[in-house]
T-cell receptor, first 113, second 110 residues
Framework: AQTVTQSQPEMSVQEAETVTLSCTYD???????LFWYKQPPSRQMILVIR??????QNATENRFSVNFQKAAKSFSLKISDSQLGDAAMYFC??????????FGAGTRLTVKP | DGGITQSPKYLFRKEGQNVTLSCEQN?????MYWYRQDPGQGLRLIYY???????QKGDIAEGYSVSREKKESFPLTVTSAQKNPTAFYLC?????????FGQGTRLTVV
C-alpha cells in the first residue's frame, strides 16, 4: 500500500511570513493525485490544493503553492503571507487510479501575530 | 444542496455492543471512504468502496465492517471485536480531482 509521510508534527510561522510544510510518499505508480487538506478546529476537511502527477507545472492557489518533485516523491506546501486563519492541521494525501486514498499524520501549523 | 452527511455527530455506546455509523452522499460519486482519526496519527483508512457492492480493506479494517448496497450510502459498523473503538470517524466520497468529507462522528465507548 502507498504510504504518506509528514515529518513535521508541528510548525510555527509569524503572521505575514512564509512557511513550508513537507510531505513525501511512496508509490510504484506513475499516475496519481496529490492533495493538501486543511483541518481547522471544527474538524471539517477543506481542500487547499491538488496536483496531478502527470503535470510538471507546480499547482498554485492564491497564497498556496506546491513544490512537486516526482522523482524524489516529494510534495511540499508553501504558504505565503501567512494569516491567522491559516492556523490548522494540514494533511498531505495521495490517491491512485484505483481510488485508494491515503493520508499523512498531519502537521499542526501555528500562526503567531 | 449537494453534500455528504454523517450521523450522528456524537455517539455513545457500551463496551461490547456493535454500533453503526451512517454516511450518505448525494454527489453521485462512485468512490466512498471511511477514515479513523486519533490524536497524532492523522487519518487512517478503514475501508473504501469504488462502486456499489464492492469494497476494499484499508490499513485498519480489523473490527470493522461495511456495506455498499446503494451508491449513496456507505455505513460503517464498529463491532465488539474492535479493541479501541473510541475515536473520531470521517466519511468521504470522491471524484478524481477531489474528495469531499462529512463533518465526522465522534464515537465514545464506555
Amino acid at each position: 500500500a502507498q504510504t504518506v509521510t509528514q515529518s513535521q508534527p508541528e510548525m510555527s510561522v509569524q503572521e505575514a511570513e512564509t512557511v513550508t510544510l513537507s510531505c513525501t510518499y511512496d508509490t510504484s505508480e506513475s499516475d496519481y493525485y496529490l492533495f493538501w487538506y486543511k483541518q481547522p478546529p471544527s474538524r471539517q476537511m477543506i481542500l487547499v490544493i491538488r496536483q496531478e502527477a502527470y503535470k510538471q507545472q507546480n499547482a498554485t492557489e492564491n497564497r498556496f503553492s506546491v513544490n512537486f518533485q516526482k522523482a524524489a516523491k516529494s510534495f511540499s506546501l508553501k504558504i505565503s503571507d501567512s494569516q491567522l486563519g491559516d492556523a490548522a492541521m494540514y494533511f498531505c494525501a495521495y490517491r491512485n487510479n484505483n481510488n485508494d486514498m491515503r493520508f499523512g499524520a498531519g502537521t499542526r501549523l501555528t500562526v503567531k501575530p | 444542496d449537494g453534500g455528504i452527511t454523517q450521523s450522528p455527530k456524537y455517539l455513545f455506546r457500551k463496551e461490547g455492543q456493535n454500533v453503526t455509523l451512517s454516511c450518505e452522499q448525494n454527489l453521485n460519486h462512485d468512490a466512498m471512504y471511511w477514515y479513523r482519526q486519533d490524536p497524532g496519527q492523522g487519518l487512517r483508512l478503514i475501508y473504501y468502496s469504488q462502486i456499489v457492492n464492492d469494497f476494499q480493506k484499508g490499513d485498519i479494517a480489523e473490527g470493522y465492517s461495511v456495506s455498499r448496497e446503494k451508491k449513496e450510502s456507505f455505513p460503517l459498523t464498529v463491532t465488539s471485536a474492535q479493541k479501541n473503538p473510541t475515536a473520531f470517524y470521517l466519511c468521504a466520497s470522491s471524484i478524481r480531482r477531489e474528495a469531499f468529507f462529512g463533518q465526522g462522528t465522534r464515537l465514545t465507548v464506555v
